[in-house]
């Protein structure tokens, strides 16, 4: 049973393609994500399923309702959490929580139990403006405000862009729990660290699907030979690489550059000596093993090289 | 229902925890009425007025008399000579010229009707308004005085024909429904109208608009609230409090000012109420049209300046061309305007300004109606 069906969906606004016949089915109870960078079309996404926007093409069906037909019906059970906080900046913690409990026609207290640990956490702030809230303390409010109503689909549309790290690992253990009280999440983000948090991924980029798995099967799909290399002047070393003949793609990725060549079989050794050649010096070279990001890029560059070949 | 009641319990907690919403809702409609009414009056005094009496007689210089003692006008200059007035009225020393020609009282005496016996007079016309009265004032002195001559002046005979040369036609006056041409009766309830209309239209169009600038509505777009339980929960509070400044307005303009109320106050409140749906309704419109409060605030602008001038407020609909005429028929201020006026001036009751009901309730339910379709389509 899938509690999202979206079906070859696109979306333009004026000249711009957005989404570009989309695909995805969600399961009942898992955290989907939906992983891309920024302007790849996540938001947009969202937004079609939270019954925001409508789309130009395909059909999408959340907890089994059409979102332009039977919308009533989904923002019943949907909880949505927008991008930018969007609650009442001038209305305190327990005002915004009561407000939309009340909309729901549900109160505080009912669902007390679903959001007391988010809650809890900012609950000595209640009688605080939203507005005056530090930046994780809004976004725990705003999940709870999404959740007051007991939702079965969460969408969160990138809930940890611009927290500091300790909260992001904390928001991400909220997100397991409520998957285990049977919640569907679907959410989207564009750190990709954050994949191996997700039942399964899809990767976005400009507005199409590049790949759907679980974080491991998209991992142990990866079956280039992967290089870091490390220099004195990365920059250098980029631009050699560049010109190498059996370059396949190559991407900086933190202090490294990561490399994966043509060939199937070759030695590591061949390339270092080039480099060298080249005037590289202090040149670290090793074999890697792939994370969801090198898999990411990986998509990426094979389809732009696709691309021009075309 | 219930839903309109939880976005208006929300509503008015964002309105009054707005520090300067307080201020806006009890202060300004005192300062606009008492600054407005006071500034705002087109009773003209003092105006700087050049007198040269080349005649130099009895009657010239009881005709010199006449107009600087009057209050209207102030001696402020004895140009000897027309190019001497000129110069006066270009630095400003004078608003007004008046030539008595030589042999005024010559000419009156020995009757000599076909000798030119004209009074000049130059006025200063950069504010319309200004030269224009003094016209008016000037002219019902020597009237009076061309009149007095006859009556008074027994060593002159006028033959009953000679009498109609000089006496022309009297004219006798008086203003019903504001007898002593008071301005601030006529002005007032203008002022009233165009503070509810400010709070209607702009308060409407920002506080929608705000939201989705924020981006708060679609946080609430996406609850089962239905589109007319969230605007109907918006716009009521703001209808509440229109309602209570027009009633607040009202108390000033009566006790404080001493406006008269003839009428039924009652009959402008339950039209002020309409109005007020009416004006929510633009406002409403204004903010689908708009993203943020910035467009809102200046399409709001661009239309209320154009209302409350084509709303007879300052200037009379009547002396307006053919064609601005028929576009003021599209202005709700107008029709609020009069009504005011009507009902506490004159005292009209709900029959006599039936058809301005009917008018405003029209503009009222296109209004809405339309601001509701916009809606719709811009939003799911």
């Given at each position: 049973m899938y509690d999202i069906e979206i079906k070859n969906i696109s979306k333009q606004y004026g000249d711009v393609i957005a989404l570009n016949n989309i695909n995805i089915q969600v399961r009942k109870g898992e955290i989907f994500g939906l992983i891309?960078?920024?302007?790849?079309?996540?938001?947009?996404?969202?937004?079609?399923?939270?019954?925001?926007?409508?789309?130009?093409?395909?059909?999408?069906?959340?907890?089994?309702?059409?979102?332009?037909?039977?919308?009533q019906e989904i923002r019943n059970k949907l909880g949505y959490m927008p991008g930018r906080f969007s609650l009442y900046q001038d209305l305190s913690v327990i005002e915004n929580l009561e407000l939309f409990a009340s909309i729901f026609g549900t109160t505080v207290e009912e669902n007390y139990n679903l959001i007391k640990d988010i809650y809890s956490q900012i609950e000595p702030f209640k009688?605080?403006?939203?507005?005056k809230l530090s930046g994780g303390m809004k976004q725990k409010l705003a999940l709870s405000c999404a959740l007051i109503h007991k939702p079965e689909l969460l969408l969160l549309d990138e809930p940890t862009t611009g927290v500091d790290p300790v909260s992001r690992k904390e928001f991400w253990e909220m997100l397991s729990k409520l998957k285990n009280m049977g919640i569907t999440i679907f959410v989207s983000t564009p750190y990709m660290d954050e994949a191996s948090r997700c039942d399964r991924i899809a990767f976005i980029q400009a507005g199409e699907i590049l790949d759907i798995a679980t974080p491991d099967e998209i991992i142990s799909n990866f079956d280039d030979k992967l290089i870091a290399v490390k220099?004195?002047?990365?920059?250098?070393?980029?631009q050699d690489l560049k010109t190498l003949n059996t370059l396949r793609y190559v991407y900086p990725s933190g202090e490294y550059i990561h490399y994966v060549d043509s060939r199937k079989e070759y030695s590591i050794s061949g390339i270092m000596e080039i480099l060298e050649q080249k005037g590289n010096t202090n040149i670290e070279l090793k074999l890697i093993e792939p994370n969801i990001e090198d898999c990411f890029m990986k998509e990426m560059m094979v389809r732009a090289n696709e691309r021009i070949i075309h | 229902m219930k839903n309109i009641?939880?976005?208006?319990?929300?509503?008015?907690?964002?309105?009054?925890?707005?520090?300067?919403?307080?201020?806006?809702?009890?202060?300004?409609?005192?300062?606009?009425?008492?600054?407005?009414?006071?500034?705002?009056t087109f009773d003209i005094r003092n105006l700087?007025?050049?007198?040269?009496?080349?005649?130099?007689?009895t009657l010239s210089k009881e005709l010199?008399?006449?107009?600087?003692?009057?209050?209207?006008?102030?001696?402020t200059s004895i140009p000897k000579s027309i190019s001497e007035a000129e110069t006066e009225l270009d630095i400003g020393k004078i608003d007004i010229y008046l030539e008595i020609p030589p042999n005024f009282e010559k000419n009156i005496i020995n009757k000599n009707i076909d000798n030119d016996n004209t009074i000049y007079m130059l006025f200063n016309a950069i504010d319309g308004t200004k030269a224009g009265l003094g016209n008016f004032y000037l002219q019902s002195i020597i009237g009076d005085f061309s009149g007095s001559i006859i009556k008074y002046n027994k060593s002159i005979y006028f033959s009953p024909e000679e009498m109609i040369v000089f006496k022309n036609i009297g004219i006798t006056y008086s203003n019903w429904y504001n007898p002593e041409l008071n301005y601030n009766n006529f002005m007032l309830p203008g002022i009233l109208v165009l503070l509810v209309t400010m709070i209607g239209t702009f308060l409407s169009a920002m506080n929608i608009v705000r939201e989705k600038e924020i981006g708060t509505i679609d946080q609430i777009n996406v609850t089962p609230i239905k589109k007319y339980e969230f605007i109907i929960g918006k716009l009521m509070p703001l209808l509440i409090i229109g309602t209570f400044e027009l009633i607040f307005g009202m108390f000033i303009a009566v006790i404080i000012f001493k406006v008269p109320l003839v009428g039924n106050g009652l009959?402008?409140?339950?039209?002020?109420?309409?109005?007020?749906?009416?004006?929510?309704?633009?406002?409403?419109?204004?903010?689908?049209?708009?993203?943020?409060?910035?467009?809102?605030?200046?399409?709001?602008?661009?239309?209320?300046?154009?209302?409350?001038?084509?709303?007879?407020?300052?200037?009379?609909?009547?002396?307006?061309?053919e064609w601005v005429k028929y576009i003021t028929i599209f202005n709700p201020v107008k029709y609020f305007i009069e009504v005011v006026r009507l009902v506490m001036l004159k005292g009209s009751g709900f029959g006599d300004i039936g058809r301005h009901f009917l008018i405003i309730s029209v503009f009222a339910i296109s209004l809405n109606s339309l601001a509701v379709m916009r809606y719709k389509k811009t939003n799911i």
């Open positions: 891309g960078p920024d302007g790849a079309g996540k938001t947009t996404l969202i937004r079609l399923i939270a019954t925001l926007l409508v789309q130009n093409k395909g059909e999408i069906k959340a907890l089994g309702y059409d979102t332009i037909s039977q919308f009688n605080r403006p939203a507005g220099s004195d002047n990365k920059y250098k070393t980029l | 009641l939880f976005i208006i319990e929300k509503e008015f907690k964002q309105i009054f925890r707005n520090k300067a919403m307080l201020p806006i809702i009890f202060v300004m409609p005192i300062i606009q009425l008492f600054l407005l009414s006071n500034a705002a700087k007025i050049g007198i040269n009496d080349n005649d130099k007689s010199f008399r006449k107009i600087a003692s009057s209050n209207y006008f102030v001696l009959v402008i409140l339950s039209f002020g109420i309409i109005y007020l749906i009416a004006c929510l309704g633009l406002g409403f419109l204004i903010s689908t049209t708009t993203d943020n409060q910035q467009q809102a605030m200046f399409i709001s602008w661009f239309i209320l300046v154009i209302f409350i001038l084509l709303s007879g407020l300052f200037t009379p609909i009547e002396s307006m061309p």
